[in-house]
């Protein structure tokens, strides 16, 4: 494949083959590049319609398109560019405690018993009426339901809410409907609210280690030395349901347009690229409720042993999503899949951050750094989008190999021992479901989170606010 580094922050790949447009892709040298979301990428900028194709330092194989990539389109949208885990993201609490104040171990444990770590589970049981407004309006929509669910009612806290939907994305609330979803997506959607998922989700105790940028970060109350609490998750089997649903179809009405099977679209105009795109928006709303019943659920257990404390949230971005947006004179729909949108101050207006520019929420793996950005007006070559996260080197089979679950019996070694893990997860409280699984997400198995920033802040996509660090992790 035949690439060309235009400095040291970008690659371009040139039009080549069935590519229509050239693709760029934010990497360094220390960086390996997939041959395989590389051949992605080159798809994914074979398609009609397709604008601008883009793609994160964490780039790495997906499905359809590579995970960490940006496909902006004129009237096209593509399931498979979106994800299974519809509006999986990340949301940012902060505390004003200090480690010297808290145990993590019985703070990470006490969090455990109220939300279930790992895939299947259930927590919240939600009737029909109560899930139609999670679906149709999301985090806006729990003021009708959630002040009088059973579980809910002694966690609802009205000053938390008024402040809480106004610090994520869209409010929390995207127009979904009910009836763009199937029966078997709202089945597998209806009890599990308030839970984490397995793979790479997480909720971290994290302690702010440095700040980069101390007049943001006094804006927005983060300071050296603080606590801070991180939640990744997203629509759970909801969100993959409607994955399910739709990318079959959408390979079916491209049939032969798509360079791939697996990058099925739909016109948005027709009616089934309308109802996916209000499928989308209804998972999208129910991984925003998702997000914020865990925060409730964290509050609680930190307020149980502290009082009422404030714990204001900093921000809530998906990174599992495609929106219609403005860019330059052209209105394109634009698809970020492990990928974080990262306006700047002046797409903010009307919200919190209109002085400041959008909160980035950028975690590293769960035995190294994570990182809180800001847009910047610079990141315009970039649709104003930055990575997800650091992006996997080794598959999860690589990284962990093969277990029978039913006796334990190893059937294939993976390339991370037992003691390596051990090595990298020093100092740091671990609460796992599945121990057998768990060297999937060892640190070893991803990019080093700090080379990705340095890629991300040097080809000027946004600015450092803080670092983080893990003191404990709850993983599925």
Excluded at 264 to 290: C, L, P, Q, W
């Amino acid at each position: 494949m035949n690439l060309k580094r235009i400095d040291e922050f970008r690659v371009m790949v040139p039009r080549q083959g069935k590519m229509r447009i050239n693709a760029l892709v934010y990497s360094s040298s220390r960086m390996k590049l997939e041959k395989e979301s590389l051949e992605q990428l080159c798809k994914a900028a074979s398609l009609p319609g397709v604008c601008r194709v883009l793609a994160t330092p964490d780039i790495h194989t997906g499905y359809g398109v590579p995970i960490g990539c940006i496909t902006a389109m004129l009237n096209e949208i593509i399931p498979s560019a979106v994800g299974y885990d519809v509006n999986c993201g990340m949301r940012l609490i902060t505390t004003p405690l200090e480690k010297k104040d808290i145990d993590v171990r019985i703070l990470a444990d006490s969090i455990r018993r109220d939300i279930p770590l790992g895939e299947g589970k259930k927590n919240l049981h939600l009737s029909g009426s109560e899930l139609r407004l999670v679906l149709e309006q999301g985090i806006k929509g729990m003021f009708d339901w959630a002040r009088n669910h059973e579980k809910l009612n002694s966690l609802w806290n009205d000053k938390d809410m008024e402040a809480d939907y106004l610090h994520v994305e869209d409010e929390g609330s995207m127009p979904g409907a009910w009836d763009a979803v199937s029966n078997k997506a709202k089945d597998r959607g209806k009890n599990q609210l308030g839970t984490l998922g397995g793979g790479n989700h997480f909720i971290e105790i994290q302690e702010v280690k440095s700040v980069a940028n101390q007049k943001i970060a006094n804006a927005l109350g983060i300071r050296k030395g603080q606590i801070v609490v991180m939640i990744h998750s997203g629509s759970r089997g909801l969100g993959h349901q409607i994955g399910n649903d739709y990318m079959p179809l959408a390979a079916g009405k491209s049939g032969r347009l798509s360079p791939d099977r697996t990058l099925g679209f739909f016109k948005t105009d027709a009616r089934e690229g309308k109802d996916y795109i209000s499928a989308m928006h209804a998972a999208a709303n129910f991984a925003f409720v998702n997000r914020q019943v865990m925060a409730m659920f964290v509050r609680k257990n930190f307020r149980h042993y502290f009082g009422n404390l404030p714990m204001p949230l900093i921000y809530d971005v998906p990174h599992n999503i495609a929106k219609y947006e403005k860019h330059g004179k052209d209105h394109m729909w634009i698809h970020r899949k492990g990928a974080t949108r990262a306006y700047p101050s002046s797409r903010m207006p009307g919200t919190p951050y209109a002085k400041l520019g959008q909160p980035v929420i950028i975690p590293g793996s769960m035995g190294t750094a994570s990182y809180l950005l800001m847009g910047t007006e610079s990141g315009t070559e970039s649709l104003f989008s930055v990575n997800h996260g650091a992006g996997r080197v080794m598959s999860r089979t690589a990284a962990a190999g093969k277990v029978r679950r039913r006796n334990g019996k190893v059937i294939k070694q993976g390339r991370i021992t037992d003691e390596r893990f051990k090595e990298t997860m020093e100092g740091i409280y671990l609460v796992c479901q599945d121990r057998f699984t768990i060297k999937e997400e060892a640190p070893d198995a991803y990019k080093d989170i700090d080379e990705v920033i340095r890629v991300v802040v040097g080809a000027g996509l946004a600015e450092i606010v803080a670092r983080m660090v893990p003191l404990a992790v709850l993983k599925g």
